[in-house]
């Protein structure tokens, strides 16, 4: 059974290559963010908490973020498997996921850091926000979370590495080339 995290900078492909794995292995893709979004677009007491740290691109508080998540795990679909995308995303939230899988008796099966260099992630993120008019895609915000990246979420490399659980997939590449080099390093290992 694939249980995937995704690890990786804003920028990295994470979003994408989560939808197209979650097509292909027939598992929900849980993109916190995108639970957070559509929270905030139907100003429920979740996203009205959270649009003000999202604007200006720092990290929802850990115990709404956790609540939600286990919500989400607990849902039928997520029997079959999942696919984590902006979650965790600093130490707390990883030692929580933990508690959390032993919980509902869940375990993971693969970490994947999705490796893009800073200027690729700039240019790619300053077009997003052209293109989709996210609001935390202008300039000062994405050099924000870019830098919560570095500080809270970077050390979860470490984290997951420590434990030979981190696989390295170099996300600067051809999105199809990326998928198909995601797609492998899971059968390789399921
Ligand atoms: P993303 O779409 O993953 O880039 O997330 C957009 C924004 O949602 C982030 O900049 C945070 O404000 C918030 N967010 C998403 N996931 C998390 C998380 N796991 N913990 C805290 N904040 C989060």
């Known amino acids: 059974m694939s249980r995937l995290i995704f690890l990786g900078p804003p920028g990295a492909g994470k979003g994408t290559q989560a939808k197209l794995l979650s097509e292909s292995l027939g598992i929900p893709h849980i993109s916190t963010g995108d639970i957070l979004r559509a929270a905030v677009a139907e100003q429920t007491d979740l996203g009205q908490e959270a649009k003000a740290y999202m604007d200006a691109g720092e990290l929802v508080p850990d115990g709404l973020i956790l609540s939600m998540v286990e919500e989400r795990l607990t849902q039928r679909d997520a029997d079959s498997g999942w696919i984590l995308d902006g979650f ?95 797609k492998g390093t899971i059968q390789k290992t399921a």
């Open 88 to 182: 965790p995303r600093n130490a707390p939230q990883a030692v929580a996921l933990d508690a959390m899988l032993q919980r509902l008796n869940q375990t993971y099966s693969h970490v994947i850091n999705l490796d893009v260099p800073d200027d690729v992630l700039i240019e790619r993120l300053l077009k997003r926000g052209q293109q989709l008019g996210r609001s935390d895609d202008t300039e000062a915000v994405i050099r924000h979370r870019l830098q919560v990246y570095r500080e809270q979420t970077s050390p979860l490399i470490d984290f997951y590495s420590e434990r030979q659980q981190l696989q390295r997939v170099d996300g600067d590449q051809a999105p199809a080339t990326v998928t198909a080099e995601l």
